[in-house]
């Protein structure tokens, strides 16, 4: 499970909605996220953290073969 939550971007500064797993401490791209940043709104999303979550979802979907 996964949850989104706003915290800088590592490289701008800007606030960023990150992608971090349930019980984690840091967004998929390794950012540290105050999970009571609540009230704070952006419409920028971290781009290393949509790339990585995109990456395991679609992993999800792969059906694995024996060979």
Same mark, same amino acid.
């Given at each position: 499970?996964?949850?989104?939550?706003?915290?800088?971007?590592?490289?701008?500064?800007?606030?960023?909605?990150?992608?971090?797993?349930?019980?984690?401490?840091? =967004?998929?791209?390794?950012?540290?996220? +105050? !999970? $009571?940043?609540?009230? @704070?709104?952006?419409?920028?999303?971290?781009?290393?953290?949509?790339? =990585?979550?995109?990456?395991?979802?679609? +992993? !999800? $979907?792969?059906?694995? @073969?024996?060979?």
């Amino acid at each position: 499970m996964y949850e989104m939550h706003i915290a800088p971007d590592c490289s701008s500064g800007l606030l960023v909605w990150h992608v971090i797993a349930k019980e984690a401490v840091s =967004s998929l791209c390794g950012q540290p996220v +105050d !999970r $009571g940043a609540d009230g @704070t709104r952006t419409d920028r999303h971290c781009l290393p953290c949509m790339r =990585s979550f995109q990456d395991l979802m679609g +992993d !999800r $979907g792969t059906p694995t @073969t024996a060979r």
